[in-house]
Every structure is written in structure tokens, then in C-alpha cells.
């Protein structure tokens, strides 16, 4: 194959437009269309959607790294016949569109500890990754953390504008926040920011009722009920805890 040649030619092209994945299929999509009578335009769209294709991979691959969600967790693995009380149809008729994001709603997941909710949120967490947008995972703890280290630098205020680039933030176990008024202080800052502007994804052990235990007084708890609650979707899930069944059938299995 000469460098004159328009396949040669094409090659370079190809490579100068950074179209790796066609560059490297377009020979043998050619002589498919070849032996399957292919149109021109059939010959360019199989082209296009192999590159579209692996672009979007890329895509997924990176906003997955970039959240930091929990390994393995998706609702294609969560077991939801074991919360009969969970509104399973609401959080999916959620989750399965990018309006509530772009309305900047909240969801707040409630329930006690080990009955799913973790696994749920990552659960969102993937399927807003695959809808197109950015989602960061943390543990209540060490985001807040994180907010109090910026505050001491004076850095907060950017801090914050920084996490906007995410459209859905994730705090998970808000209830391990010690009742400190420096880490509350933060973690209400927080919420008052994204009000209205980003969403946020919250689980929790307690229910509202018992928020006083987080928050370093009982004004501060109302006013950051208040913003969230204002625009979301709260679920509690009653069930029994998962790895307590799981200790429960190893025991049985000795």
C-alpha cells in the first residue's frame, strides 16, 4: 500500500482526527461491506457507531473511576425481594431519567444499618453515569472532613464550588457525623450550597426525628431537614440487616 495511496491517505486522516477505534476497524468493516453489498452511507454510520461505541465506554470507564462508588454494588445485584417495604417502583422511575438531576432534587435514603442502603446508592450512582453525569461517592465522614481541613485554609467557598461540577453528590451514613459544632457547621454549609443548585444523595440510620443527634443544635437540624427535604424523594427501608442474615446462615452452615 503506497503512501499515495487513498487508503494510506485515510489511515492518516483518520489518525490526525483522533478517531483511534475507526482507524483501527474501518479495513475489516470494509470488506464486510464488500461481501454484504453495503451502501456508502451504511459503510460510514457502522464506522461512526464503533467509534461513538468506544467512545462511551471511555466515557463510563473514567466517570466510574472519578466516583469512587462501592465495587459491585448495582441494582442488578441488589436483593429486593428482602425489603418488601421498599418503594423499589419510585426509586426507579427516579433514577431511570436525569430530570430530577436537572432540577437539582435530593434523594434521601433512611433506614438501619446493613439493610441496603449503600448498595442503593451506588446503585443511582451507576445509573446516572450511564444517563451522562458526573456523580462523586463519599463517606459522610470523610467529606466533611475534608470541608473542615478547607475551612482552616480559608478554602471552603472554593471547596465547595469545586463539588459543583458534580451533578449528584453522595454522603453516605450521614449518621457517623460526630454532633460537633465545627464538623456540623461544615456539613450544613454544604447542604445550604447545593440547595437548589445540585443534588445530593444522603443515607442515614435515624430518621429525621433523631437528626438532633448530628447536628450541634436543634435550629441548625431544622433548617438542614428543611433544604433537603424541600425538592426529593425520601425512602425508608424497614428489613431485616443483610449481614446479620448472612452471620445467621454461616452459623447454621457450621
Same mark, same amino acid.
Given at each position: 500500500? +503506497? ?13 490526525q482526527?483522533?478517531?483511534?477505534h475507526?482507524l483501527n476497524? #474501518? ?9 454484504? +453489498? #453495503?451502501?456508502?452511507?451504511q459503510?460510514?454510520?457502522?464506522l ?6 468506544r467512545?462511551f465506554q471511555v466515557r463510563m ?6 466516583s469512587q462508588?462501592?465495587?459491585?454494588k448495582s441494582f442488578?445485584n441488589f436483593?429486593?425481594?428482602h425489603c418488601p417495604?421498599?418503594?423499589?417502583a419510585a426509586?426507579m422511575q427516579?433514577?431511570q431519567q436525569?430530570? #430530577?438531576l436537572?432540577r437539582s432534587?435530593?434523594l434521601i435514603l433512611?433506614?438501619?444499618? +446493613?439493610?441496603?442502603?449503600?448498595h442503593l446508592?451506588?446503585?443511582?450512582g ?5 444517563? +451522562?453525569?458526573r456523580v462523586k461517592?463519599?463517606s ?9 481541613y478547607?475551612?482552616l485554609?480559608?478554602?471552603l467557598?472554593s ?6 461540577r ?6 453516605d451514613?450521614?449518621g457517623?457525623?460526630?454532633k460537633d459544632e ?5 456539613l ?8 437548589e443548585?445540585r443534588s445530593?444523595?444522603?443515607t ?5 426525628s433523631? #437528626?438532633?443527634?448530628i447536628?450541634s ?8 431537614v ?12 424497614q428489613?431485616?440487616s443483610?449481614r446479620?442474615q448472612?452471620?445467621v446462615e454461616?452459623s447454621?452452615?457450621k
Amino acid at each position: 500500500m +503506497g503512501e499515495n495511496s487513498p487508503y494510506h491517505s485515510l489511515s492518516l486522516h483518520l489518525k490526525q482526527l483522533r478517531l483511534s477505534h475507526m482507524l483501527n476497524q #474501518w479495513q475489516s468493516i470494509e470488506q464486510r461491506a464488500t461481501q454484504e +453489498g #453495503w451502501s456508502y452511507a451504511q459503510f460510514l454510520l457502522a464506522l461512526c457507531q464503533l467509534e461513538s461505541d468506544r467512545r462511551f465506554q471511555v466515557r463510563m470507564q473514567r466517570a466510574l473511576r472519578e466516583s469512587q462508588l462501592p465495587l459491585g454494588k448495582s441494582f442488578t445485584n441488589f436483593e429486593f425481594d428482602h425489603c418488601p417495604t421498599l418503594n423499589a417502583a419510585a426509586l426507579m422511575q427516579l433514577v431511570q431519567q436525569t430530570s #430530577w438531576l436537572e432540577r437539582s432534587e435530593n434523594l434521601i435514603l433512611l433506614g438501619p444499618s +446493613g439493610v441496603g442502603k449503600t448498595h442503593l446508592a451506588a446503585g443511582v450512582g451507576q445509573m446516572a453515569i450511564q444517563l +451522562g453525569k458526573r456523580v462523586k461517592f463519599f463517606s459522610a465522614t470523610a467529606l466533611v472532613q475534608q470541608l473542615q481541613y478547607a475551612k482552616l485554609q480559608l478554602q471552603l467557598p472554593s471547596t465547595l464550588s469545586k463539588l459543583d461540577r458534580f451533578d449528584l453528590l453522595i454522603l453516605d451514613d450521614l449518621g457517623y457525623v460526630k454532633k460537633d459544632e465545627a464538623e456540623t457547621s461544615v456539613l450544613f454549609e454544604l447542604i445550604a450550597h447545593r440547595y437548589e443548585r445540585r443534588s445530593l444523595l444522603i443515607t442515614a440510620n435515624q430518621p429525621f426525628s433523631q #437528626w438532633d443527634a448530628i447536628f450541634s443544635d436543634s435550629m441548625m437540624t431544622v433548617a438542614a431537614v428543611d433544604r433537603l427535604v424541600h425538592h426529593a424523594l425520601i425512602i425508608e427501608i424497614q428489613a431485616e440487616s443483610f449481614r446479620k442474615q448472612s452471620a445467621v446462615e454461616r452459623s447454621k452452615q457450621k
